[in-house]
């Protein structure tokens, strides 16, 4: 079993900048691509970033430019700074896994909790 935890939410004024962690572990045979999704209050929950295990990285438009997804590796830990930060990016962050529990059984799905944050206008 694989859990994640979350940290680095809360309270920040426009313009403002956070940084998000998200520690796996448990049963973790291998950890490919690790990410965050958002869900704001009356909206689906979306995509913000991604980054595969050999650091490739993947951003929603809303985001690039102002957002910077990382991973160590070593840790298990991915992170998302974000700068410059505007009250529509209030939102519930998961953090997401996406990992092989063994060699056999492979592409399973985990989330954290949720952390929120909230941009002040």
């Known amino acids: 079993q694989v859990q994640l935890v979350e940290s680095g939410g809360g309270l920040v004024q426009a313009g403002g900048s956070l940084r998000l962690s998200c520690a796996a572990s448990g049963s973790i045979f291998r950890i490919n691509t690790m990410g965050w999704y958002r869900q704001a209050p009356g909206k689906q929950r979306e995509l913000v970033a991604t980054?595969?295990?050999?650091?490739?990285?993947n951003y929603a438009d809303s985001v690039k430019d102002r957002f910077t997804i990382s991973r160590d590796n070593a840790k298990n830990t991915v992170f998302l700074q974000m700068n410059s930060l505007k009250p529509e990016d209030t939102a519930v962050y998961y953090c997401?896994?996406?990992?092989?529990?063994?060699?056999?059984?492979?592409?399973?799905?985990?989330w954290g909790q949720g952390t929120q944050v909230t941009v002040s206008s």
């Open positions: 997401n896994c996406k990992a092989d529990r063994s060699i056999w059984h492979t592409g399973y799905d985990y």
């Open positions: 980054i595969t295990s050999g650091g490739d990285t």
